[in-house]
């Protein structure tokens, strides 16, 4: 059967909840595969809303199968919190239906800690969500971090955290900051290590069974792929790969299982938090983009930059993570604007190109190069079919494909679940 990763094609942010909820309809499975609660899915199902971070879409449909894989790093405590957010919202969540890898990394609050000491410390701060996020990985990739298997046995919890302990007490000290103590660490880990446990599983194995059996998997990616840690723009990206790629590596199956790459796109550009941002619109324009999009983050409420939408950056994550279609988001925000502009190519010192150099540098010396497309003043928003929308909403789109060098698989016109055309499943054989 076929298996679909999605993953963002921007900086994130670009209605990924609402899709992968309308494509776990049609999977057995869903998998989160990197980040943390950093990232944040709002679904609008039947007029309620719900706000999700670390918790895979598939959550809230109880026939469904969740699992955080061990590409996440996982801080228990705001897990559990979410879980009993959507509990109190109806939605029932135990190990039946969500399984959580035993090698995922645990986020402690020690990792929100330096985060924040290190946001704080810097007249150039990288506008992290100050969760710990990053400090996770950092511990992760060094071999000295706490997972969730070291939480079965209390002599193991107390051997890593003494262990971790010897790099950030030295750390902090070198920052003037208390050191951690270690008895009350390990008397936390303990405590929430029973609540914890139940939902522990050797996810690949899981995960093979189910490919053996003809399930289908839904892959779900966070944030995007422009914050990935190796190709987006550095340094101002998240601590893990976000490519799709990484649905093999960070849930435990080979690249063949990944069967249908879809990339979540904005009709526009929106970022959070600094670094470059070529097509970004400071004028009344960026302000109605952001108005009109509600373009305010899950998880921080922080507002986010608005701009045309960069065809450049989109075509260069469309072959980075081969990216079979696109899902087209908030068509319905450029609703009434009587010119729209797309970004075709960059100049650089004089020098015209069609991609992102990765020097921070030249990056900063970036400027668009626009093409002018008609807009429209019928109202996409709602619309279910090709026929309900204008005819220069059409040829908007049909441009986008051409430029990005992808087809549109889906168009999504408003935040409702069934407000989706479909041009293509991919979940067809």
Same mark, same amino acid.
């Given at each position: 059967m076929a298996n679909v990763v999605v993953v963002g094609a921007q900086w994130g942010d670009e209605g990924k909840g609402k899709i992968v909820d309308w494509l776990s309809s049609r999977a057995?499975?869903?998998?989160?595969?990197q980040g943390g609660h950093n990232a944040g899915h709002t679904l609008v199902i039947g007029g309620k809303t719900f706000k $999700? =971070?670390?918790?895979?879409? /598939? &959550? *809230?449909?109880?026939?469904? $199968? =969740?699992?955080?894989?061990? /590409? &996440? *790093?996982v801080d228990p405590w705001a897990l559990f919190a979410e879980i009993d957010a959507i509990a109190a919202q109806g939605i029932p969540v135990s190990p039946a239906n969500l399984r959580i890898s035993e090698s995922a990394v645990l986020i402690l609050p020690l990792?929100?800690?330096?985060?924040?000491?290190?946001?704080?410390?810097t007249n150039q701060p990288l506008g992290t969500t100050r969760r710990g996020i990053g400090p996770a990985y950092e511990d992760k990739v060094a071999r000295r971090a706490v997972r969730v298997c070291d939480l079965a046995d209390p002599d193991q919890i107390t051997a890593q955290v003494h262990k971790l302990l010897l790099h950030h007490n030295a750390l902090r000290k070198g920052m003037d900051r208390p050191p951690v103590?270690?008895?009350?660490?390990?008397?936390?880990?303990?405590?929430?290590?029973?609540?914890?446990?139940?939902?522990?599983?050797?996810?690949?194995?899981?995960?093979?069974i189910a490919r053996?059996?003809?399930?289908?998997?839904?892959?779900?990616?966070?944030q995007g792929a422009l914050l990935d840690v190796d190709h987006g723009t550095y340094p101002f990206v998240t601590s893990s790969n976000t490519a799709a790629g990484q649905a093999a590596v960070g849930s435990g199956v080979g690249p063949g299982a990944l069967s249908y790459?879809?990339?979540?796109?904005?009709?526009?550009?929106?970022?959070?938090?600094g670094g470059p941002f070529p097509t970004e619109l400071s004028d009344e324009v960026g302000m109605a983009l952001g108005e009109r999009g509600k373009e305010?983050?899950?998880?921080?409420?922080?507002?986010?930059?608005?701009?045309?939408?960069d065809a450049v950056l989109v075509r260069q994550t469309v072959k980075v993570s081969g990216i079979d279609g696109?899902?087209?988001?908030?068509?319905?925000?450029?609703?009434?604007?009587?010119?729209?502009?797309?970004?075709?190519?960059?100049?650089?010192?004089?020098?015209?190109?069609?991609?992102?150099?990765?020097?921070?540098?030249?990056?900063?010396?970036?400027?668009?190069?626009?093409?002018?497309?008609?807009g429209w003043t019928d109202s996409t928003r709602g619309a279910r079919s090709w026929a309900d929308l204008p005819a220069a909403a059409v040829k908007y789109v049909r441009r986008i494909e051409e430029l990005i060098e992808a087809p549109v698989a889906l168009l999504s016109t408003s935040p409702e679940r069934d407000d989706t055309i479909l041009m293509k499943d991919p979940f067809a054989d």
């Open positions: 057995d499975i869903v998998v989160r595969f $999700l =971070s670390l918790l895979p879409s /598939g &959550v *809230v449909r109880p026939d469904k $199968l =969740s699992i955080i894989g061990n /590409g &996440v *790093v990792h929100r800690d330096l985060d924040t000491f290190r946001e704080d410390s103590d270690a008895d009350e660490l390990i008397r936390s880990l303990k405590a929430i290590a029973p609540k914890l446990m139940p939902y522990a599983d050797p996810v690949w194995r899981r995960l093979d053996r059996a003809g399930k289908r998997i839904l892959f779900e990616g966070a790459v879809l990339g979540i796109t904005k009709a526009y550009t929106t970022r959070v938090g305010f983050g899950t998880v921080t409420g922080r507002r986010r930059r608005c701009g045309w939408f696109i899902a087209l988001t908030k068509l319905d925000v450029l609703d009434g604007m009587k010119e729209l502009k797309v970004c075709t190519r960059y100049r650089v010192d004089g020098q015209d190109t069609d991609y992102l150099p990765a020097s921070s540098a030249l990056q900063k010396r970036v400027t668009p190069v626009y093409e002018t497309l008609e």
